[in-house]
């Protein structure tokens, strides 16, 4: 069942969840009538240092009725009690220049009378996650009018606030140098936890007075080095019950299988030692809540394993206080396949009596299928899994070790993502935010949010190649335009750095070791990209520059780079070592000669992938073969990821393992997107070992493109549906068809 209903918000404006289910009424836009409230804190804490603080107000409603709309943020992180049940959590990540503020009518959760709204802030101080930017610990709140603003303002209203002394960091234990980029473990001593903080009756007149630290700044404006607030830019997260499936080992201690789903509780006699494992049955994500009883001086350890082998080691430890269904969150996102549960009770037995995970996920709806083969259909599950995982505020390619949002990654995932739902606003925002991450120089950051400066070329001209594959999905001329100039700036950035010996791309910043000819090929399809952007955006001398300087620039790296005898182009001048994404670059660049085009793809595919040919790379090999039509091998490629997958390689379980249902939809059923915003479409299957291929895409207007084939004797029938007002070609065998909206038939 649904854990947290979805909270009903301003159009455009984005909370999270709410816990009643009750509408509410549109209200214009996501901006209060006026931002009157401060950032409060507890004055007495150290503002950079960890810290976990509870806020509260207090407030009677004898007249009022209706909506009750705030917009809230907090700094590093907050989750929002009313009346003592959970309403959302928040912000989504951004950066300083960026911090968003979530929008939540909490009005449904309000009663006549007594009510009290509850916040917990969490600062992580130095231990804080590498996409978390800060400021200092502090919590805004602000009524959407002035009637709420009167009754709950953070800084013009008297809020309550202490620091919770029971949660502690417990730090990440990395082996052999491993980075870790995401949240820290908890050590919870629940005896100094003011147990019922967030509930209406609890007692807070010991609490210190919240004291305010500083004005709101918003977005686009000048201020002294502090948040300048952004509305939301993306839906909203849910959170669903998800309970473990199996117990997959035991030690000390006979467990009933019915405690599985919340019907049966574990005992733990004192003084005892135990150990068990459960199994969430695959790779998922979110907030592991634990309920228990009694166990006053025991200890709980939660050891947190991914699906496969990772030398970093997440924990959180639990010391109870001997109360009654004492309930146990993480403050952060936990990643893991498997959960090892070490308790150790002291004089007084431990009751678990619930233990389950709050799966939690950008909200959407999957309206996607396919279905082919054994492989086919095993990739894609594991791709539409892997992607859904790290949908989240951001783009997480790496949910369990890093959760950060890298360029190229997000690139695969947000335009799976939008295959599935129709939903582009991921994408749309990891486009955003890239741009948001410009160094002076004109480049974008390789992640971002994130509090570092990592920059490689490739990502950047990457990041171009995104904004045209969002545009043929989505038609979003005013980003387009927004975004343009960053594009003039990577591009212009390159320029400035030929070599003098070669013509070709030269030594630059942020190269890093990339060699000369996987270098030229990246550079010269970002060109061809950008003339499309370029032409879309209105910028025709910018898109003939740009086709001239790619025109040029394929001669020089022809005359250096390709070898007539092998037919490939190889990766530096010397011609001593070749490799398939640099000759799929070349082909999708539009540097092969179009009568060598297929001579070079069959090449390049009967080469043997590289031991570390990522996911990154493979997506241009795929898009080459699918722009190219040269698609017999793709079988072979797809029997390649599978193995890996049986293998358990960490790389599947990368969000850009969906890397194969972008080609599955694209290849096998072949449809792909010929114009901005899908408006004309080319279906071209090529259903390798399948005598049948269904499939189901969304179309950016939320409509579906449907395909039901059956390929016999060389001959294909079936259907194919498009959304109304979407036309374009069917091709089977060298034949095609004209096809028009709504469903049609097919035989050739």
Known sequence: MKYLHRCVLLPALIGLTMAAKAQAPELPHNMPRQWDARWISDGAAAPAAFGVYLFR??????????????????????????????????????????????????????????????????????????????????????????????????????????????????????????????????????????????????????????????GVALQGNSANDWRLLSPRPIGPLKQDRQNFTAITATQGITIDPEFLKGTAAITVPAKRKIRLQVDAGQQTTG???????????????????????????LSDVIHPDGGIRRKFTPSGYRTFRYIQLD??????????????????????????????????????????????????????????????????????????????????????????????????????????????????????????????????????????????????????????????????????????????????????????????????????????????????????????????????????????????????????????????????MQRLLSEKPAADESLREKYYLFKAMQETGVTATFPAELEYLWKRKEENSPMMYQSAAAVANLFLLGITAGIQSTSPDFKTVLIAPDPGVSSQVKATMVHPDGGLMEVDLSFKNNRVTGTVKLPFGVTGKFRWRSKEITLNGGPQEISL
């Open 287 to 313: 907030f592991p809540e634990m309920l228990i009883s009694g166990g006053l001086d025991a200890s709980i350890k939660m050891t947190y394993q991914s699906a496969y082998h990772h030398p970093n080691q």
């Open 57 to 214: 107000k207090q407030f009677e409603l004898l007249n009022y009725s209706g909506p009750f709309v705030i917009h809230i943020t907090a700094d590093n992180r907050y989750r929002l009690y009313v009346n003592g049940q959970l309403v959302g959590l928040g912000p989504a990540r951004g950066d300083l220049s960026n911090w968003n503020y979530e929008t939540i009518d909490i009005g449904p959760l309000l009663k006549y009378g007594k009510n009290v709204v509850a916040a917990e802030v969490v600062n992580y101080g130095n231990s804080k996650p590498r996409g978390q930017f800060t400021a200092s610990a502090g919590l805004l709140i602000q009524g959407h009018t002035a009637q709420e603003a009167a009754i709950i303002n953070t800084g013009t209203t008297s809020w309550q606030v202490m620091e919770d002394p029971s949660i502690d960091v417990l730090p990440v234990k990395t082996n052999n140098n491993a980075f870790y980029g995401a949240y820290p473990g908890d050590s919870i001593i629940a005896q100094y936890h003011p147990w019922g903080w967030e509930q209406l009756n609890f007692k807070d007149s010991s609490w210190n007075v919240a004291t305010a630290t500083a």
């Open 343 to 600: 308790i150790e009770t002291g004089k007084a037995p431990l009751t678990l009596l619930d233990y389950h995970n709050v799966y939690t996920q950008y909200e959407l709806k999957d309206k996607s299928a396919f279905t082919a083969n054994a492989v086919a259909d095993s990739l894609w599950n594991n791709g539409k899994h892997a992607a859904l995982l790290g949908a989240q505020d951001n783009l997480y390619n790496d949910p369990f070790n890093e959760q950060l949002q890298y360029i190229q990654d997000a690139h695969i995932q947000g335009l799976a993502i939008a295959f599935f739902s129709g939903d582009d606003q991921l994408l749309r925002n990891a486009l955003v935010q890239a741009d948001q991450s410009r160094i002076p120089e004109g480049l974008i950051r390789s992640r971002y949010p994130s509090d570092d400066r990592l920059l490689n070329i490739t990502d950047a001209l990457t990041w171009i190649g995104t904004l045209q594959d969002y545009l043929l999905y989505k038609g979003d001329k005013a980003l387009a335009k927004q975004l343009f100039p960053t594009v003039r700036n990577i591009l212009d950035w390159i320029e400035r750095y030929p070599d003098p010996g070669t013509g070709l791309p030269g030594n630059m910043p942020y190269r890093d070791s990339i060699a000369s000819g996987p270098l030229t090929g990246q550079y010269l399809y970002a060109l061809r990209q950008a003339a499309a952007i370029a032409g879309y955006c209105d910028k025709g001398p910018d898109s003939l520059q740009w086709n001239r300087t790619a025109d040029k620039l394929r001669e020089v790296w022809y005359q250096q780079c390709f070898d007539g005898d092998k037919g490939m182009y190889a990766e530096t001048p010397a011609k001593k070592s070749f490799s398939r994404y640099t000759n799929a670059m070349a082909v999708l660049a539009q540097a092969v000669p179009p009568r060598q085009v297929k001579n070079t």
